[in-house]
């Protein structure tokens, strides 16, 4: 609440918002709210919609139907460029880096202006093998390091909102460790999270509110401990309540 009693607006809500490719819809009256300081899960089974949404919600794709707000103002129709400006990183699904581009220069790509020194200080902090391959060029890091270097820029600019799409992909357990270990650092840090993730538990250990999307509509939202050892998670996730961490 704030001083004067009203609640803040949330940081991204969705209302109504139908998606479609061509004349396909794939997202149907989604309504989603992503508070202040959260971090909120989005998860269902493979081409539920869970991408689309974050395009949708990043403005990479236009809403067909609905609006998108950001922190209480009407965003619809804003390209990404603009929705990135305004404080939202989208991480995509398969990384989003530039791999003729060596890793200095996505960092210094994805830094504010006049602050390219410090957020490579910051960057080799949060990872320090990416310190140590400033040089090389980003296509030839490791996968694990590639992912490193994606999600590290929602470290360099504060975002108000990060849109994070299985960052886990392809990852060795440690790896992912230390990918969960960031992304919870930046949302301790103040940046709400919305997070496509295959590991399911590990995305609803550090989520505030969960989201399940099947077939392009949102079938269940409440806090995780509603949803373990639910019927709902093996309908529409398709395991058992105590798989998939
Ligand atoms: N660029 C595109 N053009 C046309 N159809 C698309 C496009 N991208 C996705 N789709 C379709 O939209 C639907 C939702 O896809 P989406 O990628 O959003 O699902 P998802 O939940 O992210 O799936 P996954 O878990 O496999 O990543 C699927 O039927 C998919 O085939
Ligand atoms: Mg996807």
């Known amino acids: 609440m704030t001083l004067n009693g009203e609640h803040p607006p949330p940081i991204l809500e969705l209302r109504s918002v139908e998606a479609r490719y061509g004349m396909t819809t794939v997202l149907w009256d989604v309504n989603l709210?992503?508070?202040?300081?959260?971090v909120v899960a989005l998860l269902g089974p493979n081409g539920?919609?869970?991408?689309?949404?974050?395009?949708a919600a990043s403005g990479l794709i236009p809403v067909a139907k609905g609006r998108v707000l950001l922190e209480g103002t009407d965003?619809?129709?804003l390209p990404?460029?603009?929705m990135a400006r305004l404080g939202v990183c989208h991480i995509p699904e398969g990384r989003g880096v530039l791999p003729s581009l060596s890793v200095k220069e996505?960092?210094?790509l994805f830094s504010p202006k006049h602050k390219e020194r410090e957020c490579l200080e910051r960057a080799a902090a949060a990872f320090p093998?990416?310190?140590a391959r400033l040089n090389q060029t980003a296509g030839s890091l490791s996968?694990?390091?590639q992912q490193m270097l994606a999600i590290v820029r929602a470290y360099l600019t504060n975002p108000r909102l990060v849109l994070v799409d299985e960052a886990s992909m392809g990852l060795a357990p440690l790896v992912?460790?230390?990918?969960?270990?960031?992304l919870g650092r930046v949302a301790r840090e103040g940046s709400s999270l919305l997070l496509v993730e295959q590991y399911i538990h590990r995305a609803l250990a550090m989520s505030d509110r969960v989201y399940l999307l099947n077939h392009g509509r949102i079938v269940f939202c409440g806090p995780p401990s509603e949803l373990e050892g639910e019927e709902i998670f093996e309908r529409y996730l398709g395991i058992e309540a105590t798989a998939g961490s």
């Open 176 to 182: 992912v460790d230390q990918i969960f270990e960031f």
């Open 33 to 38: 709210e992503v508070p202040p300081a959260s």
């Open 75 to 77: 965003v619809t129709g």
């Open 80 to 82: 990404m460029y603009r």
């Open 143 to 145: 996968g694990g390091e």
């Open 48 to 55: 539920a919609g869970k991408t689309t949404l974050l395009r």
């Open 106 to 108: 996505n960092l210094i």
């Open 129 to 131: 093998i990416l310190g």
